[in-house]
């Protein structure tokens, strides 16, 4: 596609609903970064994945917390049990495999947890 | 680690002047890259403008330019006659120039200024 997509645009979940995020970058990018923004600060990483193998997960913030990208395209973010301080936007990133020109990332996914 | 800093929340800018937003980096590394994005409303992030550490001249992209101090660690951005959409949140950020792949390729964030334009 021409743009990062991200899906859905907004969610509400129910504290400890289990939510999945979804990710289609741009075709041929290899490298894909997860990121989470709370509100009015800047967006800390998550997860990288470099086409299907995911290479570091050092910031995911807890067990519950788990990002796939079966086919080195499509990527899913999955949050189990969410919780409060899960309410957040999710933004997703991607470039070629060295993104030393910057990477091209979607428009998030705001999730909020009641 | 490497850290940085954005030390302005907000600032303001009357359309057609120019305003300069500051950015400071903490590290070890001598070989990086220095990005500024832009968040509007919409949320998705924006590539400004980049520099490349070991580059000395200061890069521009039509009105936007960058002040780049490496010996004092600092990256500012200045925005050349403002306009209405120019107003959004503006992050710089730092990507390690060590790595040619893998998570090392983050991208580490500051916390942001909100730029408001007037007009």
């Known amino acids: 596609g021409a743009g990062v997509s991200q899906s859905p645009r907004y969610k509400v979940a129910k504290r400890g609903q289990d939510v999945a995020l979804r990710c289609d970058p741009i075709?041929?990018?290899?490298?894909l970064f997860w990121y989470q923004q709370a509100l009015g600060q800047g967006p800390e990483f998550l997860t990288y994945?470099?086409?299907?193998?995911?290479?570091?997960k050092s910031g995911l913030p807890s067990d519950r917390f788990f990002a796939e990208r079966p086919e080195g395209s499509v990527s899913t973010l999955k949050i189990q049990r969410t919780q409060q301080e899960d309410s957040a936007v999710y933004l997703c990133?991607?470039?070629?495999?060295?993104?030393?020109?910057?990477?091209?990332f979607g428009s998030g996914t705001r999730l909020t947890v009641v | 680690a490497q850290t940085v800093t954005q030390s302005q929340p907000e600032m303001s800018v009357q359309e057609a002047e120019t305003v300069t937003l500051s950015c400071t980096y903490d590290?070890?590394?001598?070989?990086?890259?220095l990005f500024w994005y832009k968040q509007p409303p919409s949320r998705q992030m924006i590539l400004v403008i980049r520099?490349?550490?070991?580059?000395?001249q200061n890069a521009t992209e039509n009105r936007f330019s960058v002040n780049f101090q490496k010996a004092a660690k600092s990256f500012s951005l200045k925005i050349s006659d403002s306009q209405l959409g120019d107003a959004a949140m503006y992050f710089c950020?730092?990507?390690?120039?060590?790595?040619?792949?893998?998570?090392?390729?983050?991208?580490?964030f500051g916390k942001g200024i909100t730029l408001s334009v007037r007009p």
């Open positions: 075709s041929g990018h290899v490298s």
């Open positions: 950020a730092y990507r390690s120039g060590q790595a040619t792949t893998g998570a090392n390729s983050k991208l580490t």
């Open positions: 590290t070890s590394e001598s070989d990086y890259y």
């Open positions: 994945f470099q086409n299907e193998a995911q290479l570091d």
């Open positions: 990133a991607s470039s070629y495999i060295t993104g030393v020109y910057g990477y091209t």
């Open positions: 520099q490349e550490a070991y580059k000395q």
